[in-house]
């Protein structure tokens, strides 16, 4: 048996060094296809050594119990594979979120069964001994983390879906008088009764305990804007690794423990990445600052303003007679599917000596990430894209700016405007370039739900309709 535990922990290492291939393969999007197979590798390997370990060591039991196995095996690799074909890009920070909601989920479920039947995971050597103190604390944070992912990741599903009526679920946050008070009251009555399940591992205060997590989860994420929802699904994610850490400490599993803990210190450094990036504190997010309103109609004031609007011919012709040419995708871009007619637009300016560039803001979109996915499916060159503090410094040399769909990560209110609730945030400095060219459908607000300066300067024209309907149009105009 000795030897077989050995090979045992030699194949969950091997697993866990393709899951860190995994992680610095999808660092890079020209690496990022060889990372996910070394992903997918390594949890075939962790799934086939875990169901192996199932038969060595259940016997008897564990061969009828792996008919279980197989069948949650087929039915949540059937979902997955489903899922990963239907999804469409603007919903991928959904089907993220709802990801980590199952990891979550997993782990309560998993905190449940270990507690009910330590021995059955050889915690202890017979039934009705008592869990060691050691894994009691394990399992307490284990199930916690869980349970506050899972609530969390379901509410922040619903914000992000946007098509859920009921008021949690809506982008404009939730709050209440006492709301900190209430959310800080909860957490200490969590660790108050963790402490009790540690003396005294009984089912009551694990209940109740698990109760109140679910209930936190909850309450963490209603008061938080859409303008932070990136980090938020960053957060939820790192949350769902520590989950998974914790839930390998008491199963004495050391793949489970690397790999939560890759995902958990990936996700905690995303989320500072990405607080950087709009120049908020973590804990600010956390607790709900600006980013209060979902995007809506711009105020009354701002409607009166004037802005020079113009077709796709106009852009066209603006287009062809530059020389260098720099593209901000948005989240507008992903709603309308306009990536691939963007990249047959960008080929045909190619033709006609335009350079053209893409500039990435690191909270474009609702998720991180999510412009640079949205370009690679539609095969933009690599070399084309940019990332924000490299782009940056050639706006100003560029002849021509793009602005499709994006709104907030271009506001230069973030740089002009100390009163504004964005000042300091970076932002791509589209505003330098000597045209501006924004493709909105309508004059609306941004998540931040701030109106931007960006459309009334004198450079700007602004040409209203669905991006691919307008980009199409241009390319036309272009040939």
């Known amino acids: 048996m000795s030897s077989s535990m ?32 070394f992903g997918m590798l390594g949890m075939l390997l962790a799934a086939l050594t875990t169901v192996w370990l199932i038969v060595q060591i259940g016997g008897e039991a564990g061969v009828s119990g792996l008919l279980y196995v197989v069948v949650a095996l087929v039915v949540g690799g059937g979902i997955g594979a489903f899922m990963a074909q239907r999804v469409q890009m603007t919903k991928m920070p959904e089907l993220v979120a709802f990801m980590h909601s199952m990891i979550g989920l997993s782990a309560v479920c998993i905190a449940i069964a270990e507690v009910a039947e330590p021995h059955a995971f050889g915690i202890v050597a017979a039934p009705g001994m008592a869990l060691p103190h050691g894994n009691r604390v394990e399992l307490f944070l284990g199930a916690i983390v ?8 379901v509410i922040a599903f619903g914000k992000l879906s946007g098509k859920y009526k009921f008021r949690l679920f809506q982008g404009a946050p939730v709050r209440f008088a006492g709301q900190h008070q209430l959310n800080l009251a909860l957490a200490l009555a969590t660790l108050g009764l963790g ?21 936190l989860g909850v309450l ?7 303008a932070d929802m990136p980090v938020v699904v960053s957060m939820l994610n790192s949350y769902s690794g520590w989950a998974a850490a914790g839930i390998g400490f008491s199963l004495d599993n ?22 950087k990036a709009m120049n908020r504190s973590f804990w600010n ?6 980013g209060g309103e979902a995007a809506g109609p711009a105020d009354a004031q701002a409607q009166q303003r004037s802005v020079r609007s113009g077709s796709a011919d106009d852009a066209a012709f603006l287009l062809a007679n530059a020389e260098s040419v720099i593209i901000v995708p948005g989240y507008g871009l992903a709603v309308a599917r306009a990536q691939h007619a963007l990249k047959e637009l960008a080929q045909k300016l190619g033709e006609r000596g335009v350079s053209v560039k893409y500039a990435i803001h690191p909270v474009a979109g609702r998720m991180p990430g999510h412009m640079n996915v949205l370009l690679a499916e539609a095969e933009v060159p690599y070399d084309q894209v940019f990332e924000m503090d490299d782009i940056n410094p050639e706006f100003a040399q560029a002849d021509v700016a793009v602005v499709l769909g994006a709104n907030d990560v271009v506001n230069p209110a973030a740089r002009n405007d100390p009163k504004s609730p964005i000042a300091g945030m970076p932002i791509l400095d589209a505003y330098k370039a000597k045209t501006v060219i924004v493709n909105k459908r309508s004059m609306a607000t941004g998540y931040a739900g701030l109106d931007n300066e960006l459309f009334y300067l004198d450079k700007t024209m602004m040409v209203f309709g669905d991006a691919k309907k307008v980009i199409e149009e241009i390319a036309r105009a272009v040939e």
């Open 6 to 37: 050995n090979l045992v922990a030699l194949l969950y290492l091997v697993a866990s060094v393709f899951f860190i291939q995994a992680l610095k393969g999808l660092s890079h999007p020209a690496s990022s296809r060889r990372g996910n197979v």
């Open 254 to 275: 050391g793949m489970l423990i690397i790999a939560g803990s890759l995902v958990g210190s990936s996700g905690a450094i995303l989320s500072y990445i990405m607080c």
């Open 220 to 226: 963490i994420i209603i008061p938080i804007g859409g």
């Open 195 to 215: 402490l009790a399940f540690w003396y005294d591992a009984q089912w009551g205060p694990f209940l109740l305990m698990l109760a109140l997590a679910f209930v």
């Open 146 to 153: 869980g349970a506050i992912t899972f609530s969390g990741s």
């Open 285 to 290: 997010v956390i607790l709900g600052g600006f």
